[in-house]
């Protein structure tokens, strides 16, 4: 064999194991980005299930501060927490969304949650006070839901 004909193997086998290599490559990317979609998906439950916690201990005084007007200050500030939470969690989930990290299905389901939690006592007031903190993209988001009332689907990615 010739030491051209080694350098024709040679390359052969170098190309060879370059397609290879992007092959399993490829593979390695798309099981991190199942691992990663599982990772969101993990961690915004987790949230939602310590707020679910906060939620049932607190069920009395939520049910209190969510339908009362007239509230003294201890209230008025764990009613300014409790949006805190919700707008947190809320910000979260549209950041999935937006990142391809959520079934539009489950998203489409939180819209209506996040529509009619806007309707709530305090909400706005408490948006009006620290929504300029939240990201531009979710704050504008939020902004067009308060704009358009809750009487229509816009908004839900769809």
Do not use: C
């Not at 916690?53 to 009395?60: L, P, Q, S, V």
């Not at 549209?94 to 998203?107: Q, T």
């Not at 229509?152 to 769809?158: E, R």
């Amino acid at each position: 064999m010739s030491l051209e004909q080694y350098v024709l193997v040679a390359e052969l086998v170098a190309s060879t194991g370059v397609v290879v290599s992007l092959v399993y490559l490829a593979v390695q990317v798309r099981q991190a980005a199942r691992v990663n979609s599982a990772n969101a998906r993990h961690a915004i439950s987790q949230f939602a299930l310590d707020f679910t916690m906060f939620k049932a201990e607190h069920a009395d005084r939520l049910a209190r501060v969510m339908t009362e007007a007239d509230l003294g200050p201890g209230d008025s500030t764990f009613r300014w927490w409790n949006h805190m939470m919700v707008f947190l969690h809320a910000e979260t989930y549209f950041h999935h969304y937006e990142l391809g990290l959520m079934p539009k299905k489950h998203w489409s389901g939180y819209v209506r949650y996040v529509r009619g939690y806007l309707t709530g006592p305090g909400v706005e007031e408490f948006w009006a006070d620290v929504g300029d903190a939240f990201s531009v993209d979710f704050a504008g988001w939020i902004d067009g839901l308060l704009a358009e009332g809750s009487g229509s689907m816009a908004g839900t990615g769809s």
